[in-house]
């Protein structure tokens, strides 16, 4: 069965401040991988997904995650960021021949100081 | 941009007593599922909604969960008597039907509905 783990509960960075959400799956061959953002009193929103191909995707509001197969990773950046990205993101991982069912890591808080 | 929408957003509800909690998919989409996240843990899927009858269920999907689409519109999570550990936000999501798993048909999620089991 298919796991993914974000390792960061919380990240605290500066407005304007590089960031990277660490995020490692655990599954036999290339999964579906998603990162998703849930605001405040928001249901979750899909930032960007990955299966195959360029291992560097592009995703909604200047987000970007790179697929790591070797580190089983897909660790999400953003060059800089803003104070309105302060919001709960999570990293899911789909089973390719497993229907639509996402598995989700515990989500990481991030927090944006002005 | 169509959205899921869930009703009530909060729902508390006294231990032994049914809940419904509603959903309003989006209008082209055929699959439909449950989520819950209890608080500080991670989104867990409870269960996969095609064609009428239920795809696929997680173990804790047991015999107090049921599911239905009473109209054309309307997916519904029902619980039958609940208990205080099903304390959570749900959240319903929806998706198109098209092959290629969840890569090619996101899910689309609602805002989530808050139950508090007293």
């Known amino acids: 069965a298919q796991s993914v783990t974000q390792p960061d509960i919380h990240i605290t960075v500066s407005e304007g401040a590089s960031l990277e959400l660490r995020c490692n799956y655990s599954?036999?061959?290339?999964?579906?991988l998603f990162w998703y953002v849930q605001s405040p009193g928001q249901g979750l929103q899909l930032l960007l997904k990955y299966f195959s191909g360029d291992t560097l995707v592009q995703g909604i509001k200047g987000f970007e995650a790179e697929f790591k197969r070797s580190q089983s990773s897909f660790n999400l950046r953003k060059p800089s960021v803003h104070w309105s990205d302060a919001a709960e993101y999570f990293c899911?991982?789909?089973?390719?021949?497993?229907?639509?069912?996402?598995?989700f890591g515990t989500g990481t808080q991030l927090k944006v100081e002005l | 941009e169509p959205e899921v929408t869930q009703t009530p957003s909060h729902q508390v509800t006294q231990m032994g007593q049914e809940v419904i909690l509603r959903c309003v998919p989006i209008?082209?989409?055929?699959?439909f599922y449950w989520y819950r996240q209890i608080l500080g843990q991670k989104v867990e899927f409870l269960v996969s909604?095609?064609?009428?009858?239920?795809?696929?269920k997680s173990e804790i999907f047991d015999d107090q969960f049921s599911v239905e689409r009473p109209d054309g519109s309307n997916f519904t999570l029902k619980i039958r008597s609940t208990k205080l550990e099903d304390s959570a936000m749900y959240f319903c999501?929806?998706?198109?039907?098209?092959?290629?798993?969840?890569?090619?048909?996101?899910?689309?999620f609602g805002n989530g509905t808050r139950l508090t089991v007293t």
């Open positions: 899911a991982v789909g089973a390719r021949g497993g229907g639509n069912k996402l598995t």
């Open positions: 209008s082209n989409h055929l699959y």
């Open positions: 909604f095609y064609n009428n009858e239920i795809s696929e």
């Open positions: 599954y036999g061959a290339t999964p579906y």
């Open positions: 999501a929806s998706s198109e039907a098209r092959t290629g798993g969840p890569y090619n048909s996101p899910l689309h």
